[in-house]
């Protein structure tokens, strides 16, 4: 009698974890379809970057940095020829360190000269000019290139035409998933966008060269990515569309 009267009194309680607080009757939590949509879309680079460096050494520190100084003006006088009125110069670096060796007979470093480092970024609104500029500083004494780096100058307009074509994406394939299994699809429920990645890069060094052959670089194309996840309802029912 007891263990009968315990058995009622537990299925009562289940009863009413299942019932629906504000209505008193059995809820079921509704279908939903949850799917990621990609996007890759290629836009025409309007801007590339290039690092344009000048390393000297030289047995005392003062002679490096003279060296360095005297080099590197004429690489931006050669540059600067050749930039637009929306192109950019930018000091990205400056080092100027000692160079050190070993000496096994007296147990420490021995210095044995100094290095001068500087490096400057080259913005340009019109990327067929890198190769002209690249070549431009490396025959007035550049001896360290970095890039190009191909860009849009309006990165945001370009995502958010990936992110409209990864939600298209999304919605085609839960629009397949849905008819697939029969269920009517719902409406748009959430949706989260993943971090955008990075457009392609390009990363080479290269020592002054003379009487060398015009550099060709082409800019191709920049990929913009996007990725969004969508979780849409679904309702019962057979013959969607």
């Known amino acids: 009698m007891r263990r009968s009267l315990l ?20 809820s079921v939590k509704a279908p939903t379809l ?33 060296d360095n100084a005297a080099t590197m003006a004429r690489v931006l006088g050669a540059v600067k020829k050749l930039l637009g009125p929306q192109d950019r110069l930018r000091t990205q670096g400056y080092r100027l360190s000692a160079q050190t060796r070993w000496d096994k007979q007296k147990g ?10 500087n490096q ?3 913005t340009t609104t019109d990327p067929k000019n890198i190769g ?19 860009g849009l100058a309006d990165e945001a307009a370009a995502r958010k035409k990936a ?14 998933l849905a008819q697939a299994a029969g269920m009517v699809l719902g409406g748009l429920l959430e949706i989260n966008a993943a971090e955008p990645r990075p457009g392609p890069r390009g990363d080479f ?4 060269m003379a009487n060398a052959a015009p550099t060709p670089l082409e800019p191709g194309q920049v990929k913009v990515f996007a990725s969004v996840v969508c979780v849409f309802a679904l309702q019962p029912g057979a013959g969607a569309k």
């Open 7 to 26: 058995t009622t009194a537990v299925l009562a309680a289940l009863a009413l974890i299942m019932l629906d607080p504000a209505t008193g009757t059995g």
């Open 34 to 66: 949850t799917v990621e949509g990609r996007a890759a879309l290629g836009f025409t680079p309007d801007q590339a970057k290039l690092v344009l460096g000048v390393q000297t050494r030289a047995a005392q520190a003062d002679k490096a940095a003279r």
């Open 108 to 117: 420490q470093n021995q210095v044995i000269g100094y290095q001068a480092s």
């Open 120 to 122: 400057v970024e080259v």
């Open 132 to 150: 002209p500029l690249l070549d431009a500083a490396v025959g007035a004494g550049a001896n360290q290139v970095s890039g190009p780096v191909w």
């Open 163 to 176: 992110q409209a074509r990864a939600v298209a994406d999304a919605l085609a394939q839960a629009r397949v």
């Open 205 to 208: 060094a290269m020592a002054k």
